[in-house]
């Protein structure tokens, strides 16, 4: 199943679609190289900032593995009591990034030569120009 990374720069986002094996094992807090991803990314470097799994459980960075937890928490995540000291239990899955995950959230620490604008409207270009499969009868 491809994992959806919103890779998000100075108040902008680009959405991109990656086979599992791609960002699989990685943990939130990671930096690595764009080119890991896709290869027109040569020269940034990115850091992964949280996700949610299939199910709309969050990543979150204080639980560790790839499985689901039961935390207290006490600001964040669907905290919707404003009452001083309240803490609610909350479900949220481990840190790691594996096939249950369903997006991740990226942020460009480091940007390369070509822009990410300019990155993404080439990509956009090429899927248009595919032509459609004929409709099967």
């Known amino acids: 199943m491809p994992i959806k990374l919103n890779i998000s720069e100075s108040g902008k986002a680009w959405r991109l679609e990656v086979s599992e094996?791609?960002?699989s094992g990685k943990n939130i807090g990671d930096k690595?190289?764009?080119k890991d991803i896709k290869p027109e990314l040569e020269g940034y470097e990115?850091?992964?900032t949280g996700g949610s799994d299939s199910s709309g459980?969050?990543?979150s960075k204080d639980v560790e593995g790839i499985g689901l937890k039961g935390?207290?928490?006490?600001?964040?995540?669907g905290m919707k009591d404003s009452?001083?000291?309240v803490r609610l239990r909350k479900t949220v899955r481990g840190k790691t990034i594996a096939g249950t995950?369903?997006?991740v959230n990226i942020k460009v620490l480091k940007a390369g030569k070509k822009p990410l604008a300019e990155i993404f409207s080439?990509?956009?270009?090429k899927e248009e120009a595919k032509p459609e499969e004929p409709a099967k009868e």
């Open 21 to 23: 094996e791609v960002i």
């Open 32 to 34: 690595f190289d764009g």
């Open 46 to 48: 990115l850091e992964i």
């Open 57 to 59: 459980f969050p990543l």
């Open 71 to 77: 935390v207290l928490l006490k600001k964040g995540w």
């Open 83 to 85: 009452r001083a000291g």
């Open 101 to 103: 995950t369903a997006q």
């Open 122 to 125: 080439e990509q956009d270009k």
